[in-house]
């Protein structure tokens, strides 16, 4: 089905490289979320470094020290939590696309919305 000759060399180029991507993505964020939380545990990576780097790719937006670290502490928080979650099922959705594991549907119970006038 992905080297249909129907998609022509352009879809099939394009499906190929997504198809690609979307496989080795998950997996590349995942060790690098690893690579970086082992790299800042073991003082591998600077935080002065990483802060000065921050601020230096901004454009030197921020005056004061305290607005770069209000800078790097919302930057901390909102990848902690649903960006590893998010990416480990990512990861664990690949495993089984690569196995040929059936993906599993629950059942939908819908539901109608009434209006009142």
């Known amino acids: ?5 129907r998609h022509g060399r ?3 180029t394009a499906l190929l490289c997504y198809s690609v991507f979307e496989l080795v993505g998950p997996a590349a964020e995942v060790f690098g979320q690893i690579a970086g939380g082992a790299g800042f545990a073991f003082c591998l990576v600077s935080l002065e470094f990483a802060v000065l ?15 770069i670290g209000i800078a790097v502490m919302a930057t901390i928080a909102e990848n902690i939590g649903y960006r590893q979650l998010h990416a480990s099922r990512r990861l664990q959705g690949s ?7 059936e993906p599993e549907e629950g059942e939908m119970k819908r539901t109608v919305f009434e209006t009142e006038f």
Do not use: P, Q
């Not at 089905?1 to 000759?5: A, K, L, T």
């Open 53 to 67: 780097f921050v601020e230096d790719v901004s454009f030197h937006k921020y005056g004061r020290w305290s607005d």
């Open 95 to 101: 495993f089984s696309a690569l196995w040929g594991a």
């Open 10 to 12: 352009i879809g099939v």
């Open 1 to 5: 089905m992905m080297f249909n000759s």
